[in-house]
């Protein structure tokens, strides 16, 4: 994400509280988008989690053994999660 889109949402923000860039005090606006770049990396992580822990995938049938599809190691047939990187099994897909 660039830095603009970033830029146009503490506008955003800003105008809705009433308030404009030159009546904050110095730095406040860095602050406020440190804040919100802090829980956009939250919210990325939470859902990098969600993606691993939370949805299936199917295994890869690979030489005769089913490998895990997010790190490609060796996992066991009916195992719930890769024993390896923790990525849920969807066994029934
Ligand atoms: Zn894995």
Excluded at 8 to 24: N, P, Q
Excluded at 74 to 91: A, D, E, F, I, P
Aim: glycine fraction near 8%; hydrophobic fraction near 30%.
């Amino acid at each position: 994400m660039g830095a603009g889109k970033w830029e146009l949402e503490i506008d955003a923000v800003l105008l809705k509280f009433g308030v404009t860039r030159e009546s904050l005090q110095e730095n406040a606006a860095e602050e406020l988008a440190s804040s919100l770049q802090d829980y956009h990396d939250l919210a990325q992580q939470y859902s990098d989690m969600m993606t691993r822990f939370c949805y299936e995938d199917k295994p890869v049938r690979r030489s005769g053994v089913w490998c895990c599809p997010k790190c490609g190691k060796r996992v066991q047939y009916n195992h719930t999660h890769c024993h390896w990187c923790g990525k849920k099994m969807g066994w029934r897909q």
